[in-house]
């Protein structure tokens, strides 16, 4: 009989009031966890979504021009449109509807007129003369040459291209009498004239750099390179028709071919001849006579037909992202700066277009596709987000990186698991509890090391190392299952007093360590520094990646997988045991089932903690964003790019909501895993209980 008493005092009423306290402040503190997970996945959804909103375009009425005579040029900065007429006139005009300034009589009347790929410089042909002119933020004109008009030696000009070298330097390209010139000046007015072989041709244009001349006789397109004093024919294409018009986008890179089928892109690929210009893509719905206009900062560019058909095109979609069906009769256009507005003009009235498309190149697809980038040899996954360049086109592909991940934590998992769980195995059912006692709180404490600290001395000290010892690292797993093996066999020789139940791993770790340090150093006397062999091999690579997280991994499975098998009822265990199975058997078969789903939890909640590992991938990979690459290539993986990429993303861009959504998908990533390891966790469980049930 028990000597225990129940004291006078105590009160289950008591007890069961703190019972339930304690179960409704878990329940709360529970819902308060799934509901600060709710909020935080909806933040991330609210910050994402923007990226794919659809374009959008607001209409604004029109307004009445002064001058009816065609418009030879017409520029829009935002608020204010200017505007050169067929008569010589000259004038800002606010588009918000105020009074326009009066207008500058410019004499006498441009013929043509040209506009430099920024937007910022005009040159006009007046009457075989030209003249530079610059229309200001401030509505003035400036005339960085002077407001007389001046004149090549080799006659009047018929056809020209202008582009902006530098502050107070441009070139120009301008077909005369005596044939193609191009013609580099400044504002102290020393010229440079560069003669061209060619007498005739139908259009021409300029890169923005000037460092390029484009040129159409019918069929033939010949690409001139332009030196500070020669040109080079670079090459010559023969196209299927004649080209309507000729239209660099952005950073000169890029260009677009329109004829009778549509808007063809071209840019150039490298070559064993050199830098050539190769055909990309057609664009789809582009056909038709329409005017084409580009945007001045962006690969946008928009068509517009007579009867009013808007569509608007970016350079990485093959159709168009807007379409809008406008009043009829337009006959120009032109893009404001930052490419929210589209100016365009009718007979005798301007109408302006409100555009809402900040990240036209940002699609779904774009993310997972294959793009064939300007300069590029092909389509591939690329991930390149800045560059020192405004022109630069940015680079969002994320498959390099899901690849990075995936890799990384799959071959992490594959070295971390047989250790953890062969360690697990026999401290659990094999180990003498007095060194249990001592083993397992030192395998916790490695879990305690900061990440950090682990990818640092993978970083500095273990790749070195690594690359120094190769081929013994690679064949470090055969050696060490051979001698498992053979420690086995030869394991019932050794005298009684050293075959003690519990302790043998007193004896086979420093066989095992001697073992180790042989195969490492060994091969290097043969093959030494052998990843300087390898044409590919990188320091930092998918095999140091795979050590250094895989080491952070072990305790962490290891103690949920020993705490699995230590909890399975010991008297299965012993049942088992009575009845002549040994322990091995009892433990394969017995055992292990009973702790499976523990086991596959434990496997499962590593396998997330590797996806997530940010510091470790961040110092051992080289960070290097590539979808191809083995074992000794470098690797960037979700997270290390968002360590990496957003303190330098400025906020509301689309690098910064890129990031955002890289961080969203590893939290969608780790609620699926979690997810399906405790389906599948329950089910290992009922079925056991099951098999319980029936023993």
């Known amino acids: 009989m028990s000597a225990n008493h129940i004291p006078v005092q105590f009160s289950d009423r008591k007890r069961r009031a703190v019972d339930r306290l304690t179960r409704r402040l878990v329940t709360c503190c529970g819902v308060a966890i799934l509901l600060l997970m709710l909020l935080l996945f909806c933040w991330l959804i609210g910050v994402v979504l923007p990226l794919f909103n659809a374009p959008g375009l607001q209409i604004a009425a029109s307004q009445q021009l002064w001058d009816r005579a065609p418009a030879l040029a017409m520029g829009n900065q935002g608020n204010t449109g200017w505007r050169i007429s067929a008569r010589g006139a000259a004038r800002f005009i606010p588009l918000d509807g105020q009074p326009a300034e009066p207008a500058l009589a410019l004499t006498p009347a441009p013929d043509d007129a040209v506009q430099s790929a920024d937007g910022q410089t005009l040159l006009l042909n007046m009457q075989g003369a030209l003249t530079l002119m610059q229309p200001t933020t401030d509505q003035q004109w400036r005339f960085p040459l002077g407001d007389k008009p001046f004149h090549l030696p080799d006659g009047a000009v018929t056809k020209m291209a202008l582009a902006t070298r530098h502050a107070g330097q441009w070139r120009i390209a301008a077909l005369t009498e005596a044939g193609l010139r191009v013609l580099t000046l400044g504002t102290d007015r020393q010229a440079s004239v560069i003669p061209l072989p060619q007498g005739q041709l139908d259009l021409l244009a300029l890169s923005p750099s000037g460092d390029l001349l484009y040129t159409t006789e019918g069929n033939l397109l010949r690409v001139w390179q332009l030196d500070d004093d020669r040109a080079l024919l670079r090459e010559t294409h023969t196209l299927p028709t004649p080209p309507k018009s000729l239209h660099l986008l952005v950073g000169g890179r890029s260009l677009l071919i329109q004829d009778h089928s549509g808007v063809t892109q071209w840019f150039a690929i490298a070559s064993d001849q050199g830098p050539r210009l190769q055909r990309i893509r057609t664009f789809d719905h582009s056909d038709g006579e329409t005017i084409l206009v580009t945007e001045s900062q962006r690969r946008v560019f928009a068509t517009l037909s007579k009867q009013g058909m808007l569509r608007l095109f970016a350079s990485k979609q093959n159709g168009p992202i807007l379409q809008r069906q406008l009043e009829p009769g337009i006959v120009q256009a032109q893009f404001s700066p930052r490419g929210d507005s589209l100016l365009i003009e009718r007979p005798g009235s301007w109408q302006t277009l409100r555009l809402d498309n900040p990240w036209p190149d940002v699609t779904w697809r774009n993310f997972w596709q294959k793009i064939w980038y300007e300069n590029y040899p092909g389509p591939d996954w690329v991930w390149q987000s800045t560059a020192a360049g405004d022109s630069y086109q940015a680079k969002f592909s994320l498959m390099p990186m899901v690849m990075g991940t995936l890799k990384a934590a799959s071959l992490a998992l594959l070295f971390a698991t047989p250790l953890a769980l062969a360690a697990a195995m026999y401290t659990a059912w094999f180990m003498a509890p007095g060194l249990r006692r001592w083993v397992k709180p030192a395998i916790e404490m490695m879990g305690a090391l900061p990440s950090v600290v682990v990818g640092l001395i993978a970083g500095i000290w273990l790749a070195p190392h690594i690359g120094q010892a190769l081929v013994g690292v690679l064949l470090l797993p055969l050696t060490l299952a051979g001698s498992l093996l053979l420690c086995g066999v030869f394991s019932a020789r050794l005298p009684p007093r050293w075959r003690q139940p519990g302790r043998e791993v007193l004896i086979l770790l420093p066989l095992l360590l001697l073992v180790t340090l042989l195969t490492l150093w060994l091969p290097t006397l043969l093959i030494p520094d052998a990843g300087d062999w390898l044409p590919h091999y990188e320091q ?38 009575a009845l002549g199975a040994t322990p091995w058997q009892t433990l394969t078969r017995v055992v292990l089932p009973g702790a499976s789903a523990g086991i596959f939890a434990a496997l499962m909640i590593g396998l997330g903690r590797a996806v997530g ?39 509301g861009s689309a690098h910064y909501r890129v990031l955002f959504l890289s961080a969203l998908m590893l939290l969608l990533f780790t609620l699926v895993i979690n997810t399906v390891a405790e389906l599948i966790r329950q089910r290992l469980r009922q079925r056991y209980s099951q098999h319980e049930e029936q023993a």
């Open 613 to 651: 590992e940010t510091m470790i991938l961040l110092m051992a990979t080289g960070n290097t964003p590539q979808s191809e690459g083995g074992l000794f290539s470098g690797l960037r993986a979700l997270s290390a790019n968002i360590a990496i990429e957003m303190p330098e993303a400025a906020a």
């Open 540 to 577: 930092r690579n998918l095999l140091v990646a795979a050590l250094a997280m895989g080491f952070a991994l072990v305790p962490l499975i290891f103690t949920l997988s020993e705490d699995a098998l230590f909890s399975v009822p010991a008297a299965l265990g012993q049942g088992s045991l």
